[in-house]
């Protein structure tokens, strides 16, 4: 702790051996370096992983999960630098898909956000130890978030709820089947609560209208991408599904709902949103620029009712990797 | 009490360049780049007042405005930097001013260093240390950097072009001119 090595939280001493059983379940060499992290500029090898992981108290098991992570988090179109740099709140949220979810016991039903008795939260918190050791993401150092989010402590880890999706699993809709990580910078985590409505438009209606609000990242002018997670809970997944089998169908209504008149903004906003090409004809801002930007996913409990929205930071492009479990 | 060895979980990079690299020693004839984005209209302000101002003293000044910095566009507007830089004796990098976009300056500053011109990156008086330890981490702790006052970009247009104005002489300082421009009082 002295060192400067951790979070404030207690940490396991990473011994030799402890970090050797991980580097056993890796099936990677010690020494191969898996990406270059910024904005450090360092190279983040296997044992380095090994070793936050240990400190972290996450499984050895969790190893090619949180390789394939830190790959998906170092890809350039992640824009790693920025990301731990600015003001903004961010975190990479780590969606998992495939078999995993049950090796792991990665949580994807009640409580997956964040509660679950499970490894998650390690994995996660093993994550934002090599943000911070190996990449250099240090408060008032490096990093000028002003408020930071408790994300950033233990990440957001959860898994897709595969099963109870009329949808192909998000990771194989980006480009991974399988046993896969998605990494979305997301700026926390939103609730969206609808005890009323009972069909597929009132819910999607009810998820676009709650993500438009006037200071999501996604409005700003300066804004590159307009990227959003949604996580729909089950109930409301077979519903919607009924309605849209195809997930385009049910990216372009979010997408369309997802939109405040321009009127509602006061004039000195809007120069700037008309300048860039935002403002549609009729009239309305779209929060989201083109539908292929909203990534849906079923998770969350039976209880329905809710549903999660994660904005993101609107820099980072969103990576899927597949997770290589050793031979 | 056992004792027992535990692992650096940290990685550290050890290569630095602590030179601040060449100074521009004058102007006229001097081509001088301003780097401005897409975010800061306060730094629009201070660097058309820096380019008039510039001109009057017998550079040629030419503006460049960075983007997206992500995807295709990311890569084209890395293209762009690239090209900018290489028309250039001497950069002008801004606005650090916030997190992300201090990031940005400092990585683009560090793009014109490296090609050897007098190199200057514009940060806010906030965001200072932010700029200097990320220079420092890209290896470059000796790149100039050149504060302003923090806010600005809450200010109106004419106390920007005020600030501006006082900042001229210690900003060309700042970029190594060295001639009775960069010592006289303002004009």
Redesign the interface.
Known sequence: ME?G?GDGLPLI????GR?RMHLKMSGRFPDEVVAT?L???????V??IA??AV?AGAPAESMPLLIAAVEAMAE????L????????SVVPALIVNGPIRHQLKIPFATGCLGGVAGPAPAIGRALR?LIR??A?QVI??????TYGTPGRVSGIVFGEWEEKSPWAPLGERLGVKGNAVTAYGAMGTANICDMIGNTADHFLQMIGKSLAYPGANGFL??S??SETLVAINPVWAEVIGKAFPNIEDVQQKIFDYAAIPIDFLDPVYREPIDR?GRLRADGRVHLIQKPEEVFVMVAGGMGGLHCAMLHSWG???TTTKPVRMPA | MNRGLILDPTSHRSDDISDPGPDLESLAGKVIGFRVDELWRSWDWVSEIWGQMLERDGATVKFWRARGRTGEVGAHVIEELDAFTDTLDAAVVGLANCGSCTSWTIHDALWAAKKSIPTVAVATDHFEELAGNLSRRGGRSGLRLHILPYPLDIRQKAEVHDIARDHYRSFLRTLGVRDRLAVQPAA
């Open positions: 060192q090595w001493p990473p011994t030799e970090v992290l904005p450090l500029r360092t190279e983040c090898t044992e380095k070793i936050n400190m350039p179109k992640f824009e630098q920025s990301l731990n740099a600015t003001t903004g130890l050791n190996v250099g008032d150092v490096t990093s000028q978030s002018p300066s590159q991408w860039c820099t980072c492009l």
